[in-house]
């Protein structure tokens, strides 16, 4: 019966159907080849995760050395964050949909952090509400006043000033706040690009130190 039906059909549509299964094959077996002979290389371990555990490292350290009792993990009314100082209502958070979700609580009255993956854990005294003493803590302390101090040290500072949108004069307040504008604007969860946002904490780090400097604290918080 089967083959009564076959045989019934057109020469051209059996031929037809007969070659694209041949093609079907022959194309699955040639990519079959390829992946054996060319396999796609592993996955990448580490990246963001393992630039991740190392600031977390770093910034445990910092929080120990300036003897600041702190918990990590910690949720906060739904939002968890990586590091919670408990005396100081503090959090540090390395999400920046956490970061903004906590900021813009108005019914909140935590200080947050916004702590990105490539910043030291030595940056962290600068950015906290409140004094603490200076230490060196982490790999290349110090670094930052030694680059405003190396040749063309004043263009990265006037440089650093114009990412931001902000005059040379500028205080650490206006910093602050400019900063975390253009964190909207270029961070990659909201729809900027990495570039752009290491352009931006870069910038940030140089303007802070430069006013931190011109304001005579120097890295009396860092």
């Known amino acids: 019966m089967f083959g009564e039906w076959i045989a019934a059909l057109p020469g051209w549509l059996v031929w037809g159907v007969v070659f694209g299964l041949v093609a079907s094959v022959g194309v699955a077996a040639v990519f079959l080849a390829a992946n054996r002979w060319f396999p796609d290389p592993p996955a990448r371990s580490g990246g ?8 977390k490292a770093e910034i445990r350290d910092y ?8 918990a990590e993990d910690v949720d906060l009314d739904g939002t968890r964050v990586a590091f ?5 209502r503090v959090a540090l958070t390395f999400d920046v949909h956490a ?11 935590v200080h947050v952090i916004l702590c990105e993956h490539e910043m030291p854990g030595r940056h962290l005294g600068r950015r906290l509400p409140f004094e603490v003493p200076e230490v060196g803590v982490g ?8 680059a405003t101090a190396a040749p063309g040290g004043a263009n990265a500072v006037v440089s650093a000033f114009d990412t ?4 040379s004069t500028a205080d650490e307040d206006r910093v602050e706040r400019a900063y975390r504008e253009k964190v909207k604007e270029t961070h990659p ?8 946002f290491a352009e931006v904490r870069e910038a940030y ?18």
């Open 48 to 55: 963001p995760d393992q630039g991740s555990l190392r600031r």
């Open 63 to 70: 929080l120990r050395s300036i003897d600041e009792r702190f």
């Open 84 to 88: 919670y100082l408990p005396e100081r």
């Open 99 to 109: 970061y903004f979700a906590i900021r813009d609580d108005e019914d909140g009255d």
């Open 139 to 146: 790999p290349g302390a110090g670094a930052a006043t030694a």
């Open 164 to 167: 931001l949108g902000l005059p």
């Open 189 to 196: 969860d909201q729809g900027g690009s990495r570039e752009a």
């Open 205 to 222: 780090a140089t303007a802070l130190d430069h006013a931190e400097e011109s304001s005579g604290r120097g890295r009396g918080r860092a």
